[in-house]
C-alpha cells in the first residue's frame, strides 16, 4: 500500500473521530442559549449513543456528561420560571456511563429533589436516581444517608427516610449516627417501639461518649412520655 493511500486513510479516521467527538459535545455547546424560550438541550444522544461516541472512554464521556448537568443546573437555580427538563436525561446518561460516579448520583439527587426555583421539584425522580446508584453500588451507605434525607426533608416520608437510615447504618463502615437518625425518623414517624430498640441498639453498638449519651436521652423521653396519663396524648411503649 503506498504512502499516499495511508495518508488518506488515517486523515479519514482522524476526520471520522473528529465528526463523532463534535457530535458527543455538543450538548456541551449550547451554554449561550438564554435561560428563558428555548432553553433546554436540543440534542442529547441517549446514553448507548454516547457510548458509542465515546470512543472507548465511557468514564471521559461520563465525566463531560456530568460537567454539563452541573452548568445546566447552575444557570437555571434560583431562577424565576426556569425549567429543568433536561436534567434527568443528562444525570441519566451521566450515570450509565459510569455507574460509579458518586457525585452524579449524590448531588444529582439534590439537584432534582429541591423545590423550585432551588431545584426542579422532582423528589420522586430523585429516589430513583439514589435507588439505581445503590444497585449499582451496594456498598456505599453515603447513598442510604442521600437517599434518607430526600425522604425525610422532600418526601416527608418518615417510614422510607428511617427504612434508609437503617439500611445504610448495617454497612461496614457507615457512620454511627445513621442508626440515630433511623431511631429519630421512627419517633418522627411515631412508632415508638421501634424508635426504642432502635435507640438501644445505637447506644449498646456506639462507642462514641457523645452519641451513647444522646441516644441515652432519647431512651429517656421516650421512657418518661410512656409514663404520662392518657389524657397527655403519650403514646405506650409496649
Not at 463531560?64 to 433536561?86: E, H, I
Not at 457512620?175 to 433511623?182: E, F, S, Y
Amino acid at each position: 500500500m503506498t504512502g499516499s493511500l495511508y495518508t488518506r486513510l488515517a486523515a479519514g479516521v482522524i476526520l471520522a473521530c473528529c465528526l463523532l467527538a463534535a457530535a458527543l459535545m455538543r450538548p456541551f455547546l449550547q451554554e449561550a442559549l438564554p435561560v428563558h424560550g428555548t432553553n433546554e438541550v436540543t440534542f442529547l444522544p441517549s446514553p448507548y449513543e454516547a457510548r458509542l461516541l465515546s470512543l472507548g472512554y465511557p468514564g471521559l464521556a461520563a465525566d463531560l456528561y456530568w460537567t454539563r448537568a452541573v452548568q445546566y443546573f447552575g444557570r437555571r437555580v434560583n431562577v424565576a420560571g426556569a425549567r429543568f427538563d433536561s436534567l434527568p436525561p443528562l444525570l441519566a446518561a451521566t450515570t450509565q456511563l459510569d455507574p460509579q460516579l458518586l457525585p452524579a448520583y449524590e448531588l444529582g439527587s439534590i439537584f432534582l429533589a429541591q423545590d423550585a426555583p432551588r431545584g426542579a421539584g422532582r423528589p420522586d425522580e430523585a429516589v430513583a436516581l439514589l435507588e439505581r446508584g445503590i444497585r449499582e453500588n451496594p456498598g456505599e451507605w453515603h447513598l442510604y444517608y442521600t437517599l434518607g434525607f430526600v425522604h425525610y426533608f422532600n418526601r416527608r416520608d418518615y417510614t422510607a427516610a428511617q427504612n434508609a437510615f437503617e439500611q445504610g447504618s448495617r454497612l461496614p463502615g457507615a457512620h454511627p449516627w445513621l442508626k440515630q437518625l433511623a431511631a429519630r425518623m421512627a419517633e418522627k414517624g411515631g412508632n415508638v417501639a421501634t424508635a426504642r430498640f432502635l435507640w438501644a441498639k445505637a447506644y449498646e453498638e456506639a462507642r462514641d461518649p457523645l452519641i451513647r449519651a444522646n441516644a441515652m436521652a432519647h431512651l429517656r423521653e421516650l421512657e418518661d412520655a410512656a409514663l404520662l396519663p392518657a389524657g397527655n396524648n403519650a403514646q405506650t411503649v409496649k
